[in-house]
């Protein structure tokens, strides 16, 4: 039996900056990771359509517009809508300090933030996965 | 029937989700899986869609798939990209071209990565078309890694292959070597709304000219995503190639093929599995290997023994 992980890389809401997801999702290839890439500009429903459909165990959300406490909380709710608890969320992008608590209270296992090195985000994801 | 398998047949999509991991990952609870579904296939017509990559495979099946919506049909997509030889790892983007279709509850698609098979498929490629045929999918479209000349296993399993392709790729030469260029069912000239054109499907017609005449003559469509053009046309010809292949019994034939490769692939699967159990086959090698190093026994000899007794 092999199991790999695999891990949606989504991008919300209107924001047209996809360098850093990008780079976040070559990373987790070359780590041993199934990638998959959203593209831009998804909506909550669309992207936990998608988590369903690819029955990923991770959802990552990259988002740099400021609009995170409402797209990445919507995500999240969602996905325990549909009973996917077992799927590790994580955050990153331009999200503030003082809004990480209440993202974490919401869900979201973790949020890096710019110049976070990307191993850490490997291995983070390695250590945590649910599933 | 388990429960998975209930809900599987159902269309249930974390159900199905979950049922295509499992035979992603080789677990043991699929196989019981696929033995209670195998009855409820055989439905779904099944199109392969191939061609070098960067030729528009991703939005052509966008492009097929709203068609296909239109008339009430539910669509399956099983998109292929490369696994790394290296890291192992994959980065499945082909669904970018196809997030429009995510929310709607009659298409499922599903991102797989090639996991070391050669060919342009991916191996558990048999059961996820079981699946999602079982789970009531009126198409599955299947599209392969971005292929070169000769990946060419598509055929083994889709009722109609297109091979895509784009205009530009090279003189009429290239038309006629083997490999890929013989397994069209349809010919698409993709991005005809670049030029050259013309000039791609002039080389394609003479080609199929030197063929000479044959009952089924494959057509050729110029489309173009961009500029919406060609995509009535091309599912037209899919659908007069379903008549033919039922017309001309080509149809079950095409069926015969596929399961007998998929019957291979299975015990092909296992019989790695057992190979490469380096534990086991450690042990089974053992004892011939004093042997050998006392010039008793030759290691080819001795390779003939130990599959002799593995095949027995």
């Not at chain 1, 809004?99 to 250590?127: H, N, Q, R, W």
């Not at chain 2, 999602?132 to 296993?153: R, S, Y």
């Not at chain 2, 991005?191 to 394609?204: F, H, I, N, R, S």
Request: charged residues 25%; glycine residues 10%; proline residues 3%.
């Amino acid at each position: 039996m092999i199991k790999k992980i695999r891990v949606l890389v989504a991008k919300p809401g209107l924001d047209g900056h996809d360098r850093g997801a990008k780079i976040v999702a070559r990373a987790l290839r070359d780590a041993g990771m199934e990638v998959v890439y959203t593209g831009l500009h998804q909506t909550a429903q669309q992207i936990v359509n998608t988590a369903i459909q690819e029955d990923v165990d991770v959802v990552g959300l990259s988002l740099l517009s400021g609009a995170h406490m409402t797209l990445f909380i919507d995500v999240a709710l969602l996905l325990k809508e549909k009973q996917m608890d077992d799927v590790l969320i994580v955050g990153g992008g331009i999200i503030p300090q003082q809004d990480v608590p209440g993202l974490k209270k919401a869900g979201i296992a973790e949020v890096f933030g710019p110049g976070t090195p990307v191993e850490d985000i490997v291995s983070y994801i390695k250590k945590n996965v649910k599933r | 029937m388990s429960e998975l398998s209930a809900k599987v047949i159902a269309g249930d999509p974390r159900s199905i989700g979950r049922l295509i991991t499992l035979v992603e990952n080789d677990a043991p609870e699929a196989v019981e899986a696929m033995k209670q579904i195998h009855r409820y296939t055989g439905q779904a017509q099944i199109i392969g869609v191939t061609g070098v990559m960067g030729s528009g495979k991703s939005s052509l099946i966008f492009e097929l798939a709203l068609v296909f919506r239109a008339e009430g049909k539910k669509v399956g997509i099983i998109a292929i990209d490369p696994t790394s030889p290296f890291s192992g790892g994959a980065l499945l983007g082909d669904r970018i071209r196809m997030m429009d279709l995510s929310t709607d509850s009659g298409v499922f698609i599903r991102s797989m990565g090639t996991r070391g098979m050669m060919g342009g498929l991916t191996s558990a490629l048999y059961d996820v078309v079981e699946i999602l045929d079982a789970a009531g999918m009126n198409v599955i479209i299947i599209e392969t890694v971005g292929v070169g000349q000769d990946e060419v296993d598509i055929v083994k399993i889709a009722d109609t292959t297109l091979v895509v392709l784009i205009p530009g790729l090279g003189d009429s030469v290239q038309t006629i070597k083997a490999g890929l260029m013989e397994i069209a069912d349809i010919f698409v000239v993709n991005k005809a709304d670049k030029p050259g054109v013309e000039q791609t499907v002039a080389e394609l017609e003479s080609m199929l000219d030197l063929v000479g005449h044959t009952e089924y003559r494959t057509p050729i469509v110029a489309t173009s995503v961009k500029e919406k053009k060609g995509i009535q046309l091309l599912t037209s010809k899919i659908a007069e190639h379903q008549e033919y292949l039922k017309k001309s019994k080509t149809f079950d034939t095409r069926r015969r093929q596929r399961y007998e490769a998929e019957l291979i692939e299975i015990i092909r699967k296992r019989l790695m599995d057992f190979i490469f159990d380096e534990k086991k086959l450690k042990k089974t090698v053992d004892c011939c290997i004093d042997q050998i190093s006392k010039k008793e026994l030759d290691p080819y000899t001795a390779a003939d023994e130990i599959l002799g007794k593995i095949l027995k």
